[in-house]
T-cell receptor, first 113, second 114 residues
Framework: AQSVTQLGSHVSVSEGALVLLRCNYS??????LFWYVQYPNQGLQLLLK??????LVKGINGFEAEFKKSETSFHLTKPSAHMSDAAEYFC???????????FGAGTRLFVKA | KAGVTQTPRYLIKTRGQQVTLSCSPI?????VSWYQQTPGQGLQFLFE???????NKGNFPGRFSGRQFSNSRSEMNVSTLELGDSALYLC?????????????FGPGTRLTVL
């Protein structure tokens, strides 16, 4: 069964600094991985998804993630944080054939001025 | 295209009551999934419907039920509400729900049980 672990429930960075949010997955089959962002009182918005076409995936708002099979990781990065990036980020894996998505616990990103 | 809409956005109920939440997917989407989000448990899968059929369900008690109509709109019902049912309920739609499909989420319904 698939599972997702996000390392760090809270991450704080300064504006302009690198953002790195960690995600490790467990899957017995090639996974399909997603990063979502949630702003306060809103639903989730897809940032990017990995579907095996390329290991480096570029998403919206300057975010990207690299799929590393050897490390079973799919970490999310952004070179320079903006205040508007402050939100909660969820890594997720799609259950193969089970018609459901399994989410990590989430990482709340704080951006300091 | 209009996004996923959920009604109502906020709801306050008391223990023992029942509640029905509604979700209208993006036009053309036939798959609707429901999730419960709480600070303690995070995002948990409730169930998924496709063309009026439930294809999968999560580990929730039978008090949680759902259905999908022929126009793909979906409702979920929670009977005999408990305090622990207080949560943000999110609905997501996708075109088919092949597991590479992107799910588009609505803003959620925040349910408070007193």
């Amino acid at each position: 069964a698939q599972s997702v672990t996000q390392l760090g429930s809270h991450v704080s960075v300064s504006e302009g600094a690198l953002v790195l949010l960690r995600c490790n997955y467990s899957s017995s089959v090639p996974p399909y991985l997603f990063w979502y962002v949630q702003y306060p009182n809103q639903g989730l918005q897809l940032l990017l998804k990995y579907t095996s076409a390329a290991t480096l995936v570029k998403g919206i708002n300057g975010f990207e993630a690299e799929f590393k099979k050897s490390e079973t990781s799919f970490h999310l990065t952004k070179p320079s944080a903006h205040m508007s990036d402050a939100a909660e980020y969820f890594c997720a894996v799609s259950d193969d054939g089970g018609f459901k998505t399994i989410f990590g616990a989430g990482t709340r990103l704080f951006v300091k001025a | 295209k209009a996004g996923v809409t959920q009604t109502p956005r906020y709801l306050i109920k008391t223990r023992g009551q029942q509640v029905t939440l509604s979700c209208s997917p993006i036009s053309g989407h036939r798959s609707v999934s429901w999730y419960q989000q709480t600070p303690g448990q995070g995002l948990q899968f409730l169930f998924e419907y496709f063309s009026e059929t439930q294809r999968n369900k999560g580990n929730f008690p039978g008090r949680f039920s759902g259905r999908q109509f022929s126009n793909s709109r979906s409702e979920m019902n929670v009977s005999t509400l408990e305090l622990g049912d207080s949560a943000l309920y999110l609905c997501a739609s996708s075109s088919d729900r092949g597991y590479t499909d992107t799910q588009y989420f609505g803003p959620g319904t925040r349910l408070t049980v007193l």
